[in-house]
């Protein structure tokens, strides 16, 4: 009987720290490495980073999602790594000078180069800037439409010229949302990342 006692008393305490480092992990926060540079020059390839599951998602964060259906040619739990640009009910327009407008008001990109918001983003797309309208038409999904659909977000990367994007195949469900990129607090270089989730 002791022996037993004596095993229960290290393998309990074992048993409930794995559990709680697992409710953690699905339901509050979770390690991810950045695969690829299409958040250049924000996250970097092979970077350690955090979700958080349980932060509001807004216009400018940076977000985990499954990429799965979504993109085409990607293979079950593919995950990106993006930048929301748009929520539900936004109107999106972006200029040939590289200016966004989201719902006729001008959101400034700071965290990306005045080349990247020019060239990069409007390169491959429409090089005369363009519109949810515009974007849609192309895409191989979905109907055509002005605003971001209920439930859904529009992203983009924070390197344009080469983010596989919603500029190319449409929206993310929020149902595809893994959670908020949190880059660590003593890496000054990541603030961007940080202040904007």
């Not at 970077?47 to 216009?59: C, G, S, W």
């Not at 060239?119 to 429409?126: E, I």
């Amino acid at each position: 009987m002791k022996v037993i006692k004596s095993i229960f008393s290290w393998i309990l305490p074992i048993v409930i720290g794995l559990a709680l480092a697992l409710l953690l992990k699905t339901y509050i926060i979770s390690p991810v490495r950045v695969d690829g540079d299409s958040m250049m020059p924000n996250l970097q390839n092979n970077e350690h980073v955090v979700i958080l599951k349980t932060k509001p998602i807004k216009r400018l964060s940076v977000v985990v999602f499954n990429a799965y259906k979504l993109a085409p040619d990607t293979r079950p739990n593919t995950e990106f790594v993006k930048r929301v640009i748009g929520i539900p009910g936004d109107r999106i327009t972006y200029t040939k000078t590289g200016h966004l407008y989201v719902n006729g008001k001008y959101i400034k990109q700071p965290f990306i180069s005045r080349q990247q918001q020019t060239t990069g983003t409007l390169s491959n797309v429409d090089d005369n800037g363009f519109n949810l309208s515009i974007l849609s038409k192309k895409w191989s999904r979905g109907g055509q439409t002005a605003v971001v659909p209920k439930g859904q977000c529009f992203v983009m990367g924070d390197n344009r010229n080469i983010s596989y994007d919603s500029r190319y195949w449409g929206f993310v469900p929020k149902s595809h949302m893994e959670g908020v990129v949190y880059t660590f607090p003593w890496d000054a270089n990541r603030s961007e990342i940080n202040n904007y989730g």
